[in-house]
Nanobody, 117 residues
Framework: QVQLVESGGGLVQPGGSLRLSCAAS????????MGWYRQVPGKQRELVASASTGSSPNYADSVKGRFTMSRDNAKNTVALQMNSLKPEDTAVYYC???????????WGQGTQVTVSS
């Protein structure tokens, strides 16, 4: 079993920055995919950024150039640096891990990001 714990959400003004962090614990197999999704009420959860072990991150078009994801494979952590935040970035952000060996998917509990003046 894998547990994912996020931190770093909050309230920020438009144009501001936030950094989200996620730490994975438990029995973690490699290779895997780690990343971030977000969801607003009434809409499907959408991919923000993700990367498989040893690969560069892929980003949603809506966040390219503003968000940067980084992984530390040794520590099983992933971070999301969010700059130039917009009100439309407001959502619950979920850390995600997909085990590429057995296909299991894990989610964190979610952290709220609110961009508002």
């Amino acid at each position: 079993q894998v547990q994912l714990v996020e931190s770093g959400g909050g309230l920020v003004q438009p144009g501001g920055s936030l950094r989200l962090s996620c730490a994975a614990s438990g029995i973690i197999s490699s290779p895997n995919i780690m990343g971030w999704y977000r969801q607003v009420p009434g809409k499907q959860r959408e991919l923000v950024a993700s990367a498989s072990t040893g690969s560069s991150p892929n980003y949603a078009d809506s966040v390219k150039g503003r968000f940067t994801m980084s992984r530390d494979n040794a520590k099983n952590t992933v971070a999301l640096q969010m700059n130039s935040l917009k009100p439309e970035d407001t959502a619950v952000y979920y850390c995600h891990m997909a085990n590429l060996v057995n296909g299991r998917i894990y989610w964190g509990q979610g952290t709220q990001v609110t961009v508002s003046s």
